[in-house]
């Protein structure tokens, strides 16, 4: 994408300029004509400020009428120079629309100095052998805002091997500071899992997060996730 906007940029650019000095060679050139008619006349009238033509109907013309009429033909013939200015206007609009929607579509990452996510609270069910997990996450007041959030949830089983993954995207597109959206993650096909773990990601990856749960009884969670992963649980024996 950068790639394409740069080249359709600096094409853009050569464009304009070529037109630019195609527009500068056919004014030079149209100055030249211009400026030769004007010695062509001057040196058949003479030193004589104005010539009257007498006509058939008697009617006479001044000369100056003559070099208006000349420069009015010259302005309609110069059709270059106005399919350059619409050529230019056209590529200008193209560069336009093109850097706006790559505004318009790239989302925003959090950066190195703002606060991270904060999970506010967490839940799991089970279906089966289909998993569910859901909670609330919190941009805090400090963060940046973000767009285009997905919370993973990764399963292991009770050996703590890796057994599946789910991924869904909040229900907030757009998450400013101070806001908090709920999730909704499905892990299914997963008979034995004794634990699992949340995380948080954007197009450009992983977001940093900080577990805020309320502390819940030794039995309901698993202390060494939340230490070490910012925000996990564990599944009870059905």
């Known amino acids: 994408m950068e790639i394409g906007l740069l080249a359709l940029t600096l094409a853009s650019l050569a464009a304009t300029a070529g037109f630019g000095v195609l527009v500068w060679r056919s004014r030079v050139e149209e100055r030249c004509r211009s400026a030769a008619r004007v010695a062509a006349l001057a040196a058949a009238i003479g ?4 010539v009257t033509l007498a006509a058939s109907d008697s009617r006479s013309v001044p000369v100056t009428s003559m070099f208006e009429a000349t420069a009015r033909g010259a302005a309609k013939g110069r059709p270059l120079m106005r399919m350059t200015v ?3 206007l ?3 609009l193209v560069v336009f629309a093109a850097m706006a929607n790559r505004n318009h579509a790239q989302p925003v990452a959090a950066t190195a100095d703002a606060a991270p996510l904060e999970l506010v609270s967490m839940r799991h069910t089970r279906d089966g052998s289909t998993l569910t997990v859901s909670g609330l996450v919190r941009n805090p007041r400090s963060g940046a805002p973000l767009t285009r959030i ?3 949830v990764f399963a292991f089983d009770r050996g703590g091997s890796f057994v599946a993954s789910g991924r869904a995207a909040l229900d907030f597109t757009i998450l400013e500071p101070g806001d908090e959206s709920p999730f909704v993650v499905t892990v299914p096909d997963v008979a034995d899992v004794g634990r699992y773990r949340v995380s948080f990601r954007t197009e450009a990856g992983i977001l940093r997060h900080l577990d805020r749960r309320a502390v819940l009884p030794p039995s309901r969670e698993a202390s060494a996730d939340r230490r070490s992963l910012g925000g996990g649980g564990q599944v009870s024996a059905n």
């Open 86 to 88: 619409v050529a230019a």
């Open 47 to 50: 030193a004589a400020d104005s």
């Open 150 to 152: 997905a919370a993973v």
């Open 90 to 92: 056209a590529i200008a």
